[in-house]
């Protein structure tokens, strides 16, 4: 488990003088999948996350009834690094690293958004394995986009320091029309 905590703060890509700080990590399951899998992160984006953690517990991930997005559409959303949670929900968000087992029918690979990297669209719940809940802080850096944030309001900042332009996708379709890439990519599991 500290190796699959070691490749989340890893893959923050977080610059020397900021300190990621674990508060917690809580184990949800200790299986190895038998079958090619993909380890990815899911950021809970709830006002009460411990109800949707218990849930997840409970009952397994669910189809949300509502498109996150309208482009890439229905399904539980995945990255294939922590830096989407961290710079769209903050670190104050618990984020759930899952193994995803590999399904080219059932899963979706795009352009992320916040890059580098991939974001993922998993339609068939039952191919996601929950590892664990981490709870974190990264200091430093969070108070300088609060600070940020007072001169230049919440919406700027997060606008300018977090997402690709479009135009820097690395699409050859999309990029040179200046449009954000919903363009899905084959094959689906692919080394980064
Ligand atoms: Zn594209």
Redo the contacts with the bound molecule.
């Keep these: 488990m500290q190796q699959t905590i070691d490749r989340f703060v890893h893959s923050l890509l977080l610059e020397p003088k900021f300190q990621f700080k674990l508060n917690y990590v809580e184990i949800l399951s200790f299986t190895i999948p038998k079958y090619n899998h993909r380890e990815l992160y899911h950021g809970i984006k709830d006002d009460n996350p411990d109800h949707v953690i218990d849930k997840i517990k409970n009952e397994g991930f669910r189809i949300p009834s509502r498109s996150g997005n309208k482009d890439r559409g229905r399904g539980i959303y995945f990255s294939s690094h922590g830096r989407y949670q961290y710079l769209w929900l903050n670190h104050i968000a618990p984020i759930m690293i899952c193994d995803v087992l590999e399904n080219e029918e059932s899963v979706k690979r795009y352009r992320s958004e916040i890059g580098p990297g991939y974001e993922f669209v998993v339609t068939d719940p039952k191919l996601i394995i929950p590892k664990c809940v981490v709870q974190y802080e990264v200091t430093e850096d969070w108070k300088e986009l609060e600070e940020a944030e007072e001169t230049e309001g919440p919406e700027e900042v997060q606008n300018e320091s977090v997402y690709t332009p479009p135009g820097e ?1 690395g ?1 050859p ?2 990029d040179p029309v200046f449009t954000r ?3 899905e990519l084959l094959p689906t599991f692919e080394k980064d």
């Design positions: 996708f699409c379709v999309c890439c919903d363009c």
